[in-house]
């Protein structure tokens, strides 16, 4: 439960601690003194969406901190832990601070978290239910989620088979309607990918084939200038003659050598330079080998070999030109339309595999969707016969609420079933939708009913109403007080309310009271018991604090209260 709330620069309110307890707090104050900032403050506890038009006019940013009681070793003390946040002696700081550009930050637990973790633990803390909550049940789904917790866990086991069994089902019938869709589109898609294929496989590129074409090309477009380049530098280095009868550089370097040789006993340092005359001849004998060899490799119909290396050259060019643009890319494109082309050639299994996993699906959504149905109604009846039971407590003793459910809709995320709550006002009419034939206080009554029941299945820690009374007076206003003291037996509850009748059930009271400089307004909560508190109430009934006739009124509210909550 929240134990304490605290605000500061929150709309109209300065700064605000609001004591809470376990029980029935009712919050009330004059018009325009900001008893909505309070459920607004929750809301940006819970989670909800921050504005900066909520931010007091002047301030940097507005802070809201709750303290709640939880249990220190419960789911939510282990999503506190997950966020690095800790509870202490069951103690849950959660705070939320929203500045005037738009920024907004969340602290669970003592440390900084996701605004999303504040959902997450909200929706375990809190069920809050505003003016904007009460028309929501008139729709469909409002009143298809309120039967659902009322079905509570049965419900849904099913509904988490249901849902798996239903999002399989609904993926494989889109892939099968897209490959039936597109099936003429990939078959002639399949058919210009395999032509393409085979014409890059006819020709088989090798990695690095092109640089090695055009070094190929280069040597042979130059083949006579090579050859005679190689055979001068070979007669140069070593030939039987030259053709000015000098002699070649191996006959010259081995000239050389003896003459060092002869006086080498004379001068011990001639020994490492005839050595080295002795080794330039063998790298020249070396050298000759080698280009005489060059030589013999040359190709004589050079002409005929470059030609071939065009064609080849020209053909890949082709190749890279259309299938992509270098001859990498061409490999990549005959790996990676490979794999293509067995997913295009394999749809006609994979539409058959389809069409099978989509008819066993459907029959699971189907035979589930059944389930649910099942649930629904019994749950339905029950929560029909409770609900026409508690409107006869809340001023409407001749109402009579059913639930309907039309099972004959096509499959959704939730089921087939169509859910509409009816009221039958009175004896004599027909039931009609609460959408259309509930009036606003029917409405409230309606919903705090359902909540009430809800609540034996469905317990949740704390209840939090914003005008749960709307266009309710008299004595329903006071059954709704004795309805909500009695919702408030087994979770905390919380009321906004303008109705001296529902104040006076409260075990706790807080005023939001409004103040002024003359220039600023700015309001503040205070704690009501004893005279404080008739005389509020007496505002509440009369717009006085001090009319007698009021205060005896209030008075008299709260022992009624007193005795009927004894």
């Given at each position: 439960?929240?134990?304490?709330?605290?605000?500061?620069?929150?709309?109209?309110?300065?700064?605000?601690?609001?004591?809470?307890?376990?029980?029935?707090?009712?919050?009330?104050?004059?018009?325009?003194?900001?008893?909505?900032?309070?459920?607004?403050?929750?809301?940006?506890?819970?989670?909800?969406?921050?504005?900066?038009?909520?931010?007091?006019?002047?301030?940097?940013?507005?802070?809201?901190?709750?303290?709640?009681?939880?249990?220190?070793?419960?789911?939510?003390?282990?999503?506190?832990?997950?966020?690095?946040?800790?509870?202490?002696?069951?103690?849950?700081?959660?705070?939320?601070?929203?500045?005037?550009?738009?920024?907004?930050?969340?602290?669970?637990?003592?440390?900084?978290?996701?605004?999303?973790?504040?959902?997450?633990?909200?929706?375990?803390?809190?069920?809050?239910?505003?003016?904007?909550?009460?028309?929501?049940?008139?729709?469909?789904?409002?009143?298809?989620?309120?039967?659902?917790?009322?079905?509570?866990?049965?419900?849904?086991?099913?509904?988490?088979?249901?849902?798996?069994?239903?999002?399989?089902?609904?993926?494989?019938?889109?892939?099968?309607?897209?490959?039936?869709?597109?099936?003429?589109?990939?078959?002639?898609?399949?058919?210009?990918?395999?032509?393409?294929?085979?014409?890059?496989?006819?020709?088989?590129?090798?990695?690095?084939?092109?640089?090695?074409?055009?070094?190929?090309?280069?040597?042979?477009?130059?083949?006579?200038?090579?050859?005679?380049?190689?055979?001068?530098?070979?007669?140069?280095?070593?030939?039987?003659?030259?053709?000015?009868?000098?002699?070649?550089?191996?006959?010259?370097?081995?000239?050389?050598?003896?003459?060092?040789?002869?006086?080498?006993?004379?001068?011990?340092?001639?020994?490492?330079?005839?050595?080295?005359?002795?080794?330039?001849?063998?790298?020249?004998?070396?050298?000759?080998?080698?280009?005489?060899g060059y030589l013999a490799g040359l190709d004589a119909d050079g002409v005929r070999e470059?030609?071939?290396?065009?064609?080849?050259?020209?053909?890949?060019?082709?190749?890279?030109?259309?299938?992509?643009?270098?001859?990498?890319?061409?490999?990549?494109?005959?790996?990676?339309?490979?794999?293509?082309?067995?997913?295009?050639?394999?749809?006609?299994?994979?539409?058959?595999?389809?069409?099978?996993?989509?008819?066993?699906?459907?029959?699971?959504?189907?035979?589930?969707?059944?389930?649910?149905?099942?649930?629904?109604?019994?749950?339905?009846?029950?929560?029909?016969?409770?609900?026409?039971?508690?409107?006869?407590?809340?001023?409407?003793?001749?109402?009579?609420?059913?639930?309907?459910?039309?099972?004959?809709?096509?499959?959704?995320?939730?089921?087939?079933?169509?859910?509409?709550?009816?009221?039958?006002?009175?004896?004599?009419?027909?039931?009609?939708?609460?959408?259309?034939?509930?009036?606003?206080?029917?409405?409230?009554?309606?919903?705090?009913?359902?909540?009430?029941?809800?609540?034996?299945?469905?317990?949740?820690?704390?209840?939090?109403?914003?005008?749960?009374?709307?266009?309710?007076?008299?004595?329903?206003?006071?059954?709704?007080?004795?309805?909500?003291?009695?919702?408030?037996?087994?979770?905390?509850?919380?009321?906004?309310?303008?109705?001296?009748?529902?104040?006076?059930?409260?075990?706790?009271?807080?005023?939001?009271?409004?103040?002024?400089?003359?220039?600023?307004?700015?309001?503040?909560?205070?704690?009501?018991?004893?005279?404080?508190?008739?005389?509020?109430?007496?505002?509440?009934?009369?717009?006085?604090?001090?009319?007698?006739?009021?205060?005896?009124?209030?008075?008299?509210?709260?022992?009624?209260?007193?005795?009927?909550?004894?």
């Open positions: 439960m929240i134990e304490e709330l605290g605000i500061r620069d929150l709309g109209v309110i300065a700064e605000a601690t609001l004591p809470l307890s376990a029980g029935f707090t009712a919050v009330t104050g004059e018009t325009g003194a900001g008893k909505t900032m309070v459920v607004t403050a929750l809301g940006l506890l819970l989670g909800a969406r921050a504005d900066t038009g909520a931010v007091r006019s002047g301030a940097r940013q507005a802070w809201v901190e709750g303290r709640w009681l939880v249990p220190d070793d419960g789911a939510i003390a282990e999503r506190v832990a997950e966020t690095g946040g800790e509870v202490e002696a069951g103690e849950l700081l959660l705070g939320r601070s929203v500045s005037a550009e738009g920024r907004s930050r969340a602290v669970v637990g003592g440390r900084s978290a996701p605004v999303g973790v504040l959902a997450e633990l909200g929706d375990e803390l809190v069920v809050v239910h505003g003016q904007a909550d009460q028309q929501r049940l008139r729709s469909a789904v409002a009143q298809r989620e309120a039967l659902d917790r009322f079905a509570g866990a049965p419900l849904q086991a099913v509904m988490a088979d249901y849902r798996e069994a239903f999002d399989a089902w609904r993926a494989d019938s889109a892939e099968l309607d897209r490959l039936r869709e597109a099936h003429d589109a990939r078959a002639r898609e399949a058919q210009e990918l395999r032509e393409a294929l085979d014409e890059v496989e006819a020709a088989d590129p090798r990695p690095g084939e092109d640089v090695e074409l055009a070094e190929r090309a280069d040597r042979l477009s130059n083949l006579e200038d090579l050859r005679i380049a190689a055979a001068q530098a070979r007669a140069l280095v070593s030939a039987e003659d030259l053709t000015d009868g000098a002699p070649d550089a191996i006959a010259l370097v081995d000239s050389a050598r003896r003459h060092v040789e002869r006086v080498i006993d004379h001068d011990a340092e001639l020994a490492p330079m005839a050595e080295a005359l002795r080794s330039a001849g063998f790298l020249l004998a070396d050298a000759a080998t080698e280009l005489a470059l030609e071939v290396v065009q064609e080849r050259r020209a053909l890949l060019t082709s190749l890279v030109r259309r299938h992509g643009g270098t001859l990498d890319e061409v490999l990549e494109f005959r790996r990676t339309g490979g794999l293509r082309l067995i997913e295009l050639d394999g749809d006609d299994e994979r539409i058959e595999v389809l069409e099978a996993s989509v008819a066993r699906l459907a029959g699971d959504v189907d035979r589930l969707a059944g389930r649910l149905t099942e649930l629904r109604t019994d749950a339905a009846e029950h929560l029909a016969a409770a609900v026409t039971a508690e409107l006869g407590a809340l001023a409407m003793p001749d109402a009579r609420l059913s639930v309907s459910i039309d099972a004959e809709h096509e499959p959704t995320a939730h089921g087939r079933d169509q859910v509409a709550i009816l009221l039958q006002p009175h004896p004599g009419t027909e039931p009609r939708p609460v959408s259309r034939g509930a009036s606003g206080g029917e409405l409230s009554r309606v919903m705090l009913a359902i909540e009430v029941v809800i609540a034996g299945s469905d317990p949740v820690p704390t209840f939090v109403f914003d005008e749960v009374d709307a266009g309710v007076g008299g004595a329903a206003a006071i059954e709704i007080g004795r309805r909500l003291a009695r919702l408030a037996e087994r979770s905390q509850v919380i009321v906004v309310t303008h109705l001296a009748q529902v104040a006076a059930f409260a075990s706790n009271h807080l005023s939001v009271v409004k103040g002024t400089d003359g220039q600023v307004t700015s309001s503040s909560v205070r704690q009501l018991a004893g005279r404080e508190r008739e005389a509020e109430m007496a505002r509440l009934l009369s717009g006085l604090t001090d009319s007698e006739s009021g205060l005896a009124h209030a008075r008299e509210l709260l022992e009624i209260a007193s005795d009927r909550a004894a």
